[in-house]
């Protein structure tokens, strides 16, 4: 394909988002190799997920001490959070803050959605458009554009009609949504939810929540960050904590149980359920048992104690019935902590409604009818999800040699190496791309290794005059095969999760994260650098030439 003549510049990198992912590349990037870069950001501001997920309760399930960039140690001594749990606004600030510390705006174009990207065989550049008009020519293309950020508003009949207000968590009005004296909908019971209901229900008029798949929910226990702690045994450890973090499996650094739920007496497995349970947070899932992530029998404990905790709290024993999950693991879809939620359903206000034995018919002028009633609302309130991990790419016409659209590509389930790179895509990046760990774990941590190691690659290029890099198709099918063979034993594969793409009407069933652990992945992706960026094909010139390949048949 020949040079668009409508191109007016030349970028080294251009950089696809501006969350966490988009903002630590162009630092990355333009600090350390001195990079010219473009950032595209669809959003008015930076954030990324941050920017979009306004609902109410929305903050995020990682301690804040370990949800943030640790590049800069400045940075990590100055910023205090104010919560256990950070708020979505603070989050925001934070990522604010960084932006004009670190002077990225002036290389962020906002208010610009890229529609299409196009691999130019003859030059070795990514021709890029976006509906801004903007038409531009990049060595790499980084792609920081989120797992979880293409909402699934569910195709129900009607919903033009609808008379009231309608909001989708991920793409929340930046204006106040008053709920006081409402009749209020809320359709989905996932994390968004169930941050989303109990704050909706202590304002609303009636809440009405409309649940297909009960879940297992541990409490957070948020409260405001504990001073001393950050004081004390933090920032003066921060080393320690992040080099823990980043070989722990999930991104946290904390140990992982290495007991067997089935090795120890009932009495013993209640306490330490109890324990935990007491603790809150992400503690209950790798804290107690190592067997409940791989062993039915090990993970049955886990989740009738789950659903003995759910039977306590909710007053009405019929609700409470509705609100136990009985048709998949513990675990098995992405583990949920709250404040309050099964409290909420104590409320007078509130109803749950059961959609699996009475499912939404259609959404009519005045509310939402099942098969057995009509309802009426003012506000109907989707948190129904992304089409994750795939959607941002499938959104956008992204084509690499030969004009192959990834749509095609991908047309069975996205095919990646490490997912960082697409075979026959040479020199686009992935950060958090499938087949990576990244939803699996502490996001920041995750999106940091990436960013690391893409940058030492693209270092590695420059020093050795190579022009092009790409993934070979066979160490691609093997990446592939290694993803599902790590997820086949655990408890993942036993639900119908957004993880398989379960959630999307004719979205192929595959297992998108890479479940082997941070730790080991990180392990990998050294491993393959040390050994000459084994598996990429490495070419130089303006003809795809290879000058350098530790790939034995890439
Ligand atoms: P989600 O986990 O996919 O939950 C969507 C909910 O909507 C589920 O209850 C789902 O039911 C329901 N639903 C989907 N389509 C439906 C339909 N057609 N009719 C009725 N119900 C429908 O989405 P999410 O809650 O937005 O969370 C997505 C991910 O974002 C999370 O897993 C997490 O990784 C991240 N997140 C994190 C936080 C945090 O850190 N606290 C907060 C929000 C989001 P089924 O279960 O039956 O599919």
Redesign the pocket.
Known sequence: MAADPRTTTDFDAVIIGAGFAGLGMLRQLREELGMSIQVYETGSGVGGTWYW?RYPG?????ESYVYCFSFSKELLQDWNWSGKYPEQPEILSYLNHVADRFDLRRNIQFDTRVTSAKFLEDTNRWLIETDQGDCVTARFLITGIGC?STG?I?D?PGLDSFEGDWHH??SWPHEKVDFVGKRVAV???????I?AIPVIAKQAKRLSV????P?YSIPARHETVDRRFIEEDVKPNYDEIWEKARWSRSGFPVEFSQRSALDVTEEERLEIYETHWAKGGFGFLHGTFADIRTDIRANDTVAEFVRSKIREIVDDPGTAEKLVPMDHPYGS??ALIDTNYFETYNRWNVELVD?RRSP?REITPKGIRTGDEEFEFDIIVF????D?MTGSFLKMDIRGRNDLPLKEKWSEGPKTYLGLQVSGFPNMFMITGPGSPS?LCNMPVAIEQHIEWISEFIEFLDENGIETAEAGINYESAWVSHVNEVAEPTMFMLA?S?YLGA?IPGKPRVFMPYAGGLGTYREKCNEIADNGYEGFILGSGSRRRPVATSAREA
Not at 210 to 213: D, G, I, K, V
């Open positions: 997920n929305a903050r995020c399930d990682s979880i699934n569910p129900i968590t991920g359709i989905g019971t996932g994390s968004s939810g941050q409309f649940q297909r798949t879940q879809k992405r959609i939404i948190a129904t999800g992304y994750a939803v119908n957004w959630n």
